[in-house]
């Protein structure tokens, strides 16, 4: 079973500080995407890394995926109450069209 | 350019009732897969529906079905329902063909509560 075990499960942090969202599997994928999701909605797409140690910034956001494609981070830079919500990281199985999704790290950012 | 479109978006339900939730793709998509998501969790796949038919599905039980119409919507049908299926029902669509890096597009989905 390919599984996405995403860490910390939980973060609550005071706006302006940084923080990092791990995703880690055992299993390679050939690319893996970044989801937000809030309350009452569905999630949506901030990014998809392809390439082993991409690194791609959308704002204060940086992911990078892991050399063997196995992992992946999210940074946020100066945090802001805007960015509360969940964070889910996604990948397509190897072999099939299944999509999977990460445990999921709910962030709170305080004002 | 409308994106993809669930409905209801609320829905109250008792156990052993049957429930149907109805979902339209984004524009120009042709794949839609369904997912349920329990409270402070992420997603899981229920199943995915491509040229009517099912293509691949997660590991639920038969009481979950579906059907895909000519115009790509989709349906989700859950019976015999449980207080265990009280959920977040995303849908979402893609293209067909190259989906390993095809980032799917989810609606706001539908909130089933049973009582």
């Known amino acids: 079973t390919q599984l996405l075990e995403q860490s910390p499960q939980f973060l609550s942090i005071q706006e302006g500080e940084n923080l990092t969202v791990y995703c880690n599997s055992s299993?390679?994928?050939?690319?893996l995407q970044w989801y937000r999701q809030e309350p009452g909605e569905g999630p949506v797409l901030l990014v998809t890394?392809?390439?082993?140690?991409e690194v791609k910034k959308l704002k204060r956001l940086t992911f990078q995926f892991g050399d063997a494609r196995k992992d992946s981070s999210l940074h946020i830079t100066a945090a802001q109450p805007g960015d509360t919500g969940l964070y889910l990281c996604?990948?397509?199985?190897?072999?099939?069209?299944?999509?999977?999704f990460g445990t999921g790290t709910r962030l709170k950012v305080l004002a | 350019d409308a994106g993809v479109t669930q409905s209801p978006t609320h829905l109250i339900k008792t156990r052993g009732q049957q429930v149907t939730l109805r979902c339209s793709p984004k524009?120009?998509?042709?794949?839609v897969s369904w997912y349920q998501q329990a409270l402070g969790q992420g997603p899981q796949f229920i199943f995915q529906?491509?040229?009517?038919?099912?293509?691949q599905r997660g590991n639920f039980p038969d009481r979950f079905s579906g059907h895909q119409f000519p115009n790509y919507s989709s349906e989700l049908n859950v019976n015999a329902l449980l207080l265990g299926d009280s959920a977040l029902y995303l849908c979402?669509?893609?293209?067909?063909?190259?989906?390993?890096?095809?980032?799917?597009?989810f609606g706001d989905g539908t909130r089933l509560s049973i009582l």
């Open positions: 524009s120009g998509h042709d794949t």
């Open positions: 979402a669509s893609t293209q067909w063909g190259d989906s390993s890096n095809q980032p799917q597009h």
């Open positions: 890394v392809v390439t082993g140690g």
């Open positions: 299993s390679v994928f050939s690319s």
């Open positions: 529906y491509y040229e009517e038919e099912e293509r």
């Open positions: 996604a990948a397509f199985t190897s072999g099939t069209y299944k999509y999977i």
